[in-house]
């Protein structure tokens, strides 16, 4: 987890004091919970145990350390129960203070101040989010890429097999002619239809497809006469 905080160390910061804060972090943190800043106390005299404060894109959490370093005390607040937050900068260092929803007030003292005002910084964002939440409409933008896609498609699709209607919608005569010809066939057929050439039959089917295509024939029809035909192709 140290490697993912790598951007949040600074000058300022002891790498040990933010590794061990992330390890104890490690089990807390929730379903798609980042950590966005860790600022970490740091007092003129020598602080063993400082405390520290880590911001999340869902809250805020205080740590402190307890029983000589043995434990550690979180106390957490989410972003919908902050009412504001600002700085404080003194010669020493700085102040990170927040106000929740309920007028609690909690105050984190001698932070470096790049690291407060780091701090300030994304706990703004945070709360801007709140105030005006960008709208996102993943849903809607798939819906009219699937859309514009399917139109596409459908621009796409090929003509040439209808340039030629006459080739496809028969003439009364024809359509006599054929029923009249091609829809007796029969078993009782089969030795006309064996001395007609390869073309001949695949003419015949062709011709038996535009009757079905046109409703002239049924499909069991078709599928019976199609049958016949296939046996000498």
């Known amino acids: 987890m140290i490697d993912n905080l790598k951007k949040i160390l600074n000058e300022d910061q002891d790498p040990k004091a933010i590794e061990k804060i992330t390890a104890k972090l490690e089990n807390l943190l929730m379903s798609n919970e980042e950590v966005g800043y860790i600022a970490v106390q740091k007092k003129p005299a020598v602080t063993i145990f400082p405390d520290s404060i880590v911001v999340t894109n ?31 900068e003194g010669i020493l260092g700085a102040d990170f203070t927040f106000t929740t ?30 105030k005006n939440p960008k709208i ?10 699937e859309t514009l896609v399917q139109e596409e498609a459908i ?28 829809a007796p066939i029969t078993h009782n057929n089969d030795f006309g239809l064996a001395n007609l ?37």
């Open 58 to 88: 869902k809250r805020i959490i205080l740590c402190k350390p307890k029983n000589l370093g043995l434990s550690m005390e979180f106390i957490d607040y989410d972003w919908d129960d902050i009412a504001g937050s600002f700085v404080k």
């Open 101 to 130: 929803n309920s007028d609690l007030t909690h105050t984190v003292d001698y932070l470096p101040k790049n690291q407060a005002r780091k701090l300030y910084t994304y706990a703004k964002e945070q709360l801007d989010l709140l």
């Open 136 to 145: 996102t409409t993943p849903i809607i933008e798939e819906v009219k890429a």
């Open 155 to 182: 621009e796409e699709t090929p003509t040439e097999e209808v340039t030629n209607y006459a080739e496809i919608i028969p003439t009364p005569n024809d359509v006599i002619r054929d029923t009249e010809i091609e």
């Open 197 to 233: 050439s390869q073309d001949e039959l695949f003419a015949k089917l062709q011709n038996y497809k535009k009757l079905l295509d046109n409703g002239l024939i049924l499909q069991g029809e078709y599928d019976r006469l199609k049958s016949e035909i296939l046996k000498y192709l």
